[in-house]
């Protein structure tokens, strides 16, 4: 069993930052990838950012020049830095994990969420 927690999470001002953070434990023998996605109000989640064990990026082109994902192996913990917020950034932010805990293919981990509100 794998889980992650979120944290980071608030409200903030229109072109504030926060940075977000996402903890992994249990049995993780390797990962493949992490990313962090996120769900507005009648909206389908969506991928913010990704980043692979080869350090290889994506991001969604609303967040691309303003957010920036990190991860620290040895921490086993994931940020997902959030600058120039802006109110379409409000969501649900979720982490996710492509872990490798005892089986050949990697499997996928979420976390609970965190609220990301961004007032203008």
């Known amino acids: 069993q794998v889980q992650l927690v979120e944290s980071g999470g608030g409200l903030v001002q229109e072109g504030g930052s926060l940075r977000l953070s996402c903890a992994a434990s249990g049995s993780i023998f390797g990962i493949n990838a992490v990313g962090w996605y996120r769900q507005a109000p009648g909206k389908q989640r969506e991928l913010v950012a990704r980043?692979?064990?080869?350090?290889?990026?994506n991001y969604a082109d609303s967040v691309k020049g303003r957010f920036t994902i990190s991860r620290d192996n040895a921490k086993n913990t994931m940020y997902l830095q959030m600058n120039s917020l802006k109110p379409e950034d409000t969501a649900v932010y979720y982490c996710?994990?492509?872990?490798?805990?005892?089986?050949?293919?990697?499997?996928?981990?979420w976390g609970q969420g965190t609220q990301v509100t961004v007032s203008s």
């Open positions: 996710n994990a492509e872990v490798y805990s005892g089986s050949y293919y990697p499997v996928d981990y």
């Open positions: 980043i692979t064990g080869g350090g290889s990026t």
